[in-house]
């Protein structure tokens, strides 16, 4: 099983709220990230989690703030986003380490910041 | 610093016929190279992936690569298309050293006629 979830499949906030996009994987993998994608681009990294340790910060940001409270899930917090925040916003992952490990991605959170 | 160029932003094809894309990467030692494919509003799909080895993969739905060291090329084909393998494709590269990061390349949106 290669599968990642993410809740919600779309969002709607408004510049002043707090909202949270949640990320889940069970194949046991020990990296996961987030990625930002605008339309008719490729997926921009954000953050990776390695070993449940934030290992990678893509200079995103401070109202961006991600969580990983154990190795099978990924939060991405949200707050006062502005609206070219808006975009889909990927959660991937993969075994992690220093091992030639390809990544899985999930079905996405189209996010839309009014 | 790695990169990947796809040279052709998009891409038309009768159905049934022969398609490949093509990709080309900048990294000083072997890359590890992948093919992602990716639906309208959807997540990225992994096709098939190259680390060592055979320089000529074998992927999901009737994908195959070769990897080509001379021409820093992994490009992507198939003998006969169908409708349904519409969508934007990326090649994507991975450093060797332990890097997490994946760089991808722009895409290549291929559309399929009757």
């Known amino acids: 099983d290669t599968e990642v979830t993410q809740t919600p499949k779309h969002l709607v906030m408004g510049m002043t709220n707090k909202k949270s996009l949640k990320c889940e994987q069970h194949?046991?993998?020990?990296?996961m990230y987030w990625y930002k994608q605008k339309a008719k681009k490729p997926p921009e990294l954000m953050f990776v989690y390695s070993y449940e340790k934030l290992s990678i910060n893509e200079s995103v940001p401070s109202r961006f703030s991600p969580e990983c409270p154990n190795s099978s899930l990924l939060n991405l917090h949200l707050h006062a986003l502005q609206p070219e925040d808006s975009a889909l916003y990927l959660c991937?992952?993969?075994?992690?380490?220093?091992?030639?490990?390809?990544?899985?991605f999930g079905p996405g959170t189209r996010l839309t910041v009014t | 610093a790695q990169s990947v160029t796809q040279p052709d932003i998009h891409i038309t094809v009768s159905e049934g016929a022969s398609l490949e894309l093509r990709c080309n990467y900048s990294?000083?030692?072997?890359?590890?190279l992948f093919w992602y494919v990716q639906s309208p509003g959807q997540g990225l799909q992994l096709l098939l992936k190259?680390?060592?080895?055979?320089?000529l993969v074998q992927g999901i739905k009737g994908f195959e690569a070769e990897f080509k060291r001379s021409q820093s090329s992994f490009n992507l084909r198939k003998p006969s298309v169908h409708w349904s393998d519409a969508a934007e494709y990326f090649c994507?590269?991975?450093?060797?050293?332990?890097?997490?990061?994946?760089?991808f390349g722009t895409g290549t949106r291929l559309t399929i006629i009757p």
């Open positions: 194949m046991g993998h020990r990296a």
């Open positions: 994507a590269v991975k450093g060797n050293f332990g890097n997490e990061k994946l760089t």
């Open positions: 190259y680390f060592s080895g055979d320089t």
């Open positions: 991937a992952s993969s075994q992690g380490g220093q091992g030639t490990y390809e990544q899985y």
């Open positions: 990294y000083g030692a072997t890359p590890y």
